[in-house]
């Protein structure tokens, strides 16, 4: 058959009614036996072979499986296969070819060989009664890579843990291991960021697993969707290290106070040829008009999410990393080539088996190309926010690029750096783009991602670095400047009503050196700096004061869809001064009313005092004022480049 008569029979509602399939599909074993099951509808022979080896030598056995109807094939044994290593020979239009377990939960090194696996002895000790920490009033996520995490020898990680899941579970540690500031997880609790989001921890194909050196990828080209990325556990040959040492991590994050966020890459494969390709080649990818991939990620291929057993595939695999791995929530990459149909079902999933909103679920509302989904496929971008259901949030590009310009650009501009500050528009990143009509749409905050910097594009420090010190560009210094941007930055988007989200080390001016997209550079580039952490203490301790003030106002953790109703006045006081008034009733807050004043000029600004107790929450010096809150004097005085918060105590 050739490319194009391919994609009209896996887009047609024959081939789903002849081969939709929803029993069991993977590898399972206990001890009355062994099951393999593999979904290749199109295949004509498909053969089993195990080995005792993840890599090494031939198969010890081969086996030809048996077909069982709506595309499946089956081969069973009494033996207790644990600790086996698996793949399989798919011949498919009289071509055979070698793949992985596309269900495999377990693998060998760089993930080619599957593992049978019992799940079951991967536990960690306790791992029954682990359970994440209860809801607070708002969600501030937080991005970590794996690696970067505890690369650094100054993080005070054990040495053979550094750069591993396993660092995740080292509590109370300091800088240089001196006992005085502290580091990792210990850090993060001092911050007081609430959920962790993890960079891709599923088994991706960009680095070499029997490399432990410096070798570097953010993971964001998946090899094996339901198993943990080798490199990060302390021994990648043995399948099931991998497997208790990330549930290991989660469980330590868990008990420390954090949930933890995946961040999933259902939009693409590490390359075409991956094993969804080679068990039943084309089905699992969208084709463009002659029949090519399509590359709406940018990155060469494309799922088709919105084919029955892809769509089954992707459903799996998130319910799977819930389940089994205690998940709490995920953030999907490039969830615009998604469907809305698929984020729907899974939304309705995650609420039926562990209750409404339980798990967070968001994701980038746009795609890195254009896609080629089968017609009529609404994709979960962000023109379809209002379709998708209320709880499946987007990153608001929007409220990033209006507060410190675009990301395409880097002399682009925006409210804290010279591009000017507007009442009006400073009002709708407030009310998270909650409300029709808006540059993003959202249908409450609770679809809102409320961010200044990620891992993709400039730091918020190297952003900063290239508009306010652009001629020196002085990226390891601690310029002034770029410091009261930052913190002003900072004010500005914890004040929004979406959710905060931060990528890990912006809280201590994270440079990449002015590097764009350090998606492979070296470790040591990518790393998080903690003696940069001690450095820039002083910015630190503004983010934890702006997020512990956070948790105390009901405002801005409102994620109804009447929150917007909240912000009753934003005035433009004078050019780029400009001040927001916010209903903060509801919750036991003392304060019933907030302004928030913004100041982007460069001179100090003063404004005779409103009447009434207000009290002073968060200014130029000091974002824990309301820790011990202060009546605000007769004149308010708002030093160049600044937020003043204020808060109405009440009678
Ligand atoms: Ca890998």
């Known amino acids: ?68 109807g709506e595309g499946v ?138 490399d432990n050196g410096e070798s570097y990828n953010w993971g964001y080209d998946p090899a094996n969707y339901n198993v943990p990325e080798g490199t990060y556990s302390t021994d990648p040959y043995h399948g099931e290290v991998r497997v208790r040492e990330l549930k290991e991590a989660i469980q330590s ?25 080679k068990t039943v080649p ?28 892809c769509a089954r595939y992707i459903i799996d695999s998130v319910l799977y990393w819930a389940e089994e791995y205690h998940m709490d929530g995920f953030r999907f990459d490039l969830m615009g080539m998604l469907d809305v149909d698929l984020m729907t079902r899974i939304r309705s999933a995650c609420d039926a088996r562990w209750g409404k909103g339980e798990k967070l679920l968001y994701g980038e509302p746009w795609s890195g190309g254009a896609c080629h989904p089968r017609a009529g496929t609404e994709l979960a971008d962000k023109g379809h926010l209002r379709v998708l259901p209320p709880e499946v ?45 808006g540059a993003f749409q959202a249908s409450s905050p609770a679809q809102t991602i409320s961010y200044l910097s990620c891992h993709d594009d400039w730091t918020l420090w190297d952003k900063l670095i290239l508009t306010v010190d652009e001629k020196r560009k002085r990226f390891q210094e601690p310029i002034q400047a770029v410091l009261d941007a930052n913190k002003m930055g900072a004010a500005l988007y914890f004040a929004c009503m979406g959710r905060p989200f931060l990528l890990s080390g912006e809280e201590f001016a994270r440079t990449k050196g002015g590097l764009r997209n350090s998606y492979n550079a070296p470790a040591k580039l990518n790393k998080l700096d903690w003696n940069r952490a001690f450095r820039f203490r002083s910015l630190v301790d503004y983010y934890e004061g702006l997020i512990g003030l956070r948790k105390q106002l009901p405002a801005l953790c409102d994620k109804s869809a009447e929150a917007a109703n909240r912000v009753l006045k934003a005035v433009q006081v004078t050019a780029n001064l400009a001040y927001v008034e916010i209903d903060n009733t509801g919750g036991s807050s003392r304060w019933t009313k907030l302004i928030l004043l913004f100041n982007a000029t460069n001179e100090l600004q003063k404004r005779n005092n409103l009447k009434g107790s207000w009290e002073v929450l968060v200014d130029s010096t000091s974002s824990k004022r309301w820790m011990k809150p202060e009546l605000a004097g007769e004149k308010l005085e708002i030093p160049p480049m600044s937020a003043l918060f204020l808060g109405l105590a009440k009678e």
Not at 23 to 49: H, I, K, M, Y
Not at 403 to 418: E, F
Not at 431 to 436: L, S, V, Y
């Open 1 to 68: 058959m050739d490319l194009t008569g391919m994609k009209v029979r896996f887009d047609s509602a024959e081939f789903e009614r002849q081969y939709h399939y929803d029993g069991p599909l993977g590898s399972f074993c206990n001890e009355s036996g062994t099951q393999f099951f593999l979904w290749a509808p199109t295949a004509q022979d498909v053969v089993l072979r195990l080995y005792r080896d993840g890599y090494r030598g031939g198969a010890f056995k081969t086996e030809r499986m048996t077909s069982i």
């Open 73 to 210: 094939w089956c081969w069973e044994t009494k033996d207790n296969l644990s600790g086996t290593y698996y793949d399989y020979l798919v011949t498919v239009h009289d071509v055979a070819r070698e793949t992985a377990d596309p269900y495999a939960r377990a693998c060998g090194i760089n993930g080619e060989r599957s593992m049978v696996i019992d799940l079951k002895s991967t536990d960690p000790k306790g791992w029954e009664e682990d359970k994440a920490p209860a809801h607070g009033a708002e969600a501030i996520i937080y991005e970590v890579h794996v690696k970067d995490f505890s690369w650094d020898p100054a993080s005070g990680v054990k040495p053979e843990w550094r750069g591993k899941f396993k660092a995740f579970t080292q509590e109370n540690t300091t800088l240089n291991d001196k006992g005085h500031y502290p580091t990792c997880l210990n850090h993060m609790k001092k911050l007081g960021v609430t959920h962790v989001q993890l960079m891709p921890v599923y088994d991706y194909g960009s680095v070499d697993e029997r």
């Open 282 to 309: 084309w089905y699992f990818y969208r084709q463009d008009e002659g029949g090519a991939a399509s590359n709406g990620s940018g990155c060469g291929n494309e799922l088709a999410t919105e084919r029955s057993m």
């Open 393 to 437: 949030g987007a990153f608001c590009d929007t409220t990033r690029d209006m507060v410190k310009g675009s990301v395409m650009d880097a002399n682009g501009r925006g409210m804290i750096n010279g591009g000017g500050l507007y009442a009006d528009a400073l009002a709708c990143c407030v009310k998270g783009w909650a409300f029709p009509n």
């Open 253 to 277: 994050l868990h008990k420390n106070g954090f949930r933890v966020i995946m961040d999933v890459v259902y939009n693409h494969t590490f390359k075409l040829d991956s094993c969804l390709w």
